[in-house]
T-cell receptor
Framework: DTAVSQTPKYLVTQMGNDKSIKCEQN?????MYWYKQDSKKFLKIMFS???????INETVPNRFSPKSPDKAHLNLHINSLELGDSAVYFC?????????FGPGTRLTVL | AQSVTQLDSQVPVFEEAPVELRCNYSSSVSVYLFWYVQYPNQGLQLLLK??????LVESINGFEAEFNKSQTSFHLRKPSVHISDTAEYFCAASNTGFQKLVFGTGTRLLVSP
C-alpha cells in the first residue's frame, strides 16, 4: 500500500549518460513534485505538475525534463549527466497543505 | 519572497532531555509553517503544521511548535526525547495555495543514551 514510490532507489552512472527516475503515487492527488536534496541535506524544489500540467519550473537546467503521462505518474529524465547532478531526488504529491514524499532516489554520477 | 532559516545544523542531546530546534522565517505575506521529519534513508514526513488559529500546535509523538508572529519564529520543542527521535528536521513555509514549500537547511537531532 505504498503511497509514493520511486524507482530506482539507487542509480550509479557515468558522466554524460542519460537516465530516468520514475515516480508513482496511488493517493489520487492532482499535484506532484520533484525535489533535489544535495549532500548538505538542502532540499530544493525542481518542478511541480498539476494534473499533468507543468506549473512550477525552478530554473532547472534543460537537461532535466519531467514527464507526466497521467496524474499518478511523474518521471524525471536527465540528459548528459554531470558530477553536480549527484544528489538524492525526491518525488512528492500534495493534497491541500500536506506533501507526501517518496523514499528518494540516490543518484551518483562518476 | 519567503525564506526559512534553521541556525542549528546539528543538535546533540541525551535521551529524556528536552530539546528545542529553532526556525525563523521571513515573508511579506500570509505564511503557513510546517515541520517535516526525515528518518535515515527515508523520505520526509509531515510532523506538524500551523495554518491558523491556536499558535501552539502539537504532533502525535510529543513534539510541539509555537507560531510567534512578532519574532517570526516557529521553534520545535519536545520535553523529553527518545533515541528514536534521531532524525533530520526541516522547517518549511508556504503561502496561500500551498503550491510551493520553501525549506530550511535542516537540523540533525542526535539523541544518545
Amino acid at each position: 500500500d505504498t503511497a509514493v514510490s520511486q524507482t530506482p532507489k539507487y542509480l550509479v552512472t557515468q558522466m554524460g549518460n542519460d537516465k530516468s527516475i520514475k515516480c508513482e503515487q496511488n493517493l489520487g492527488h492532482d499535484t506532484m513534485y520533484w525535489y533535489k536534496q544535495d549532500s548538505k541535506k538542502f532540499l530544493k524544489i525542481m518542478f511541480s505538475y498539476n494534473n499533468k500540467e507543468l506549473i512550477i519550473n525552478e530554473t532547472v537546467p534543460n537537461r532535466f525534463s519531467p514527464k507526466s503521462p497521467d496524474k499518478a505518474h511523474l518521471n524525471l529524465h536527465i540528459n548528459s549527466l554531470e558530477l553536480g547532478d549527484s544528489a538524492v531526488y525526491f518525488c512528492a504529491s500534495r493534497l491541500g497543505e500536506t506533501q507526501y514524499f517518496g523514499p528518494g532516489t540516490r543518484l551518483t554520477v562518476l | 519572497a519567503q525564506s526559512v532559516t534553521q541556525l542549528d545544523s546539528q543538535v546533540p542531546v541525551f535521551e529524556e532531555a528536552p530539546v528545542e530546534l529553532r526556525c525563523n522565517y521571513s515573508s511579506s505575506v500570509s505564511v503557513y509553517l510546517f515541520w517535516y521529519v526525515q528518518y535515515p534513508n527515508q523520505g520526509l514526513q509531515l510532523l506538524l503544521k500551523y495554518l491558523s488559529g491556536s499558535t501552539l500546535v502539537e504532533s502525535i509523538n510529543g513534539f510541539e511548535a509555537e507560531f510567534n508572529k512578532s519574532q517570526t519564529s516557529f521553534h520545535l520543542r519536545k520535553p523529553s526525547v527518545h533515541i528514536s527521535d534521531t532524525a533530520e528536521y526541516f522547517c518549511a513555509a508556504s503561502n496561500t495555495g500551498f503550491q510551493k514549500l520553501v525549506f530550511g537547511t535542516g537540523t540533525r537531532l542526535l539523541v544518545s543514551p
